[in-house]
């Protein structure tokens, strides 16, 4: 199996050299909801050659409700490391279906040390902060922190109108089974969110074998790995 996305990253203990362990990937998810497979997600990673890297996914409907609307959502991120860490340059968000249009997009200005979020139509400008990512980078971002040795991590992560910093905690190993095999995988949670828990589980590589994503309905969005 081979994986890896981008990100930057806080650790408690130590900073960590992101950039290094970057290679070009791909991976394939089956998506699910409440038990029910509902779409398929693929992942690719590739260095540009500015040295900056980009991180694209694709998730369709194939199931469900998300079949019936034609879901199509595209993210594509770019990013370079920069002083030992990665920083974000460019997220982009699109959302497609029957009923519903959704886009967002986000710059990262370094020299001016801003972030200017477009959302739907609305504009949101604040401050930046080192080494911050937009949220596609995120799974990678704890990948690098795991294969460091880390058992937790800050992630600076930019969302619509402010970075937020995001708080993960490692819970330990497991034995996980998915569409592509077994895997003795590494549970990381995010803490900050009380009742909205993500949790992620990483095996040999940097790009997690399965997410568990919450939703506002109470039930969760799963990705696992396929291929």
């Known amino acids: 199996m081979r994986h890896a996305i981008p990100a930057a990253v806080l650790l408690a203990a130590s900073t960590l050299a992101l950039g290094a362990g970057l290679k ?5 998810y089956a998506v699910s909801r409440d038990g029910k497979v509902i779409g398929t997600a693929t992942y690719s990673l590739a260095a540009n050659a500015d040295g900056s890297w980009t991180l694209r996914s694709e998730t369709r409907g194939t199931g469900g409700m998300a079949k019936l609307l034609g879901l199509d959502v595209r993210e594509e991120s770019t990013f370079a490391a920069h002083d030992g860490t990665l920083q974000g340059q ?8 029957a009923i519903k249009h959704k886009q967002r997009t986000i710059d990262f200005d370094w020299k001016a040390s801003q972030v200017h979020v ?4 609305k504009d949101f400008r604040y401050a930046t902060q080192p080494g911050a990512i937009d949220r596609s980078a995120v799974a990678v971002a704890l990948g690098l922190a795991l294969a460091d040795g880390a058992t937790s991590a800050t992630l600076p992560v930019a969302v619509r109108d402010r970075v937020e910093m995001q708080q993960y905690s490692v819970q330990g190993k497991t034995s996980i089974a998915v569409p592509a095999g077994k895997f003795d995988a590494t549970e990381i949670d995010r803490t900050d969110a ?3 828990v993500m949790k992620s589980w990483y095996a040999d ?8 994503q919450p939703q506002h309905d109470g039930k969760a969005i799963v990705l696992e790995l396929r291929k």
């Open 90 to 97: 460019r997220y982009s968000y699109t959302q497609d279906a």
């Open 194 to 196: 009380p009742g909205k």
């Open 24 to 28: 070009p990937e791909q991976a394939t």
């Open 118 to 121: 477009r959302d739907n139509g």
């Open 205 to 212: 590589g940097l790009l997690p074998v399965r997410v568990e």
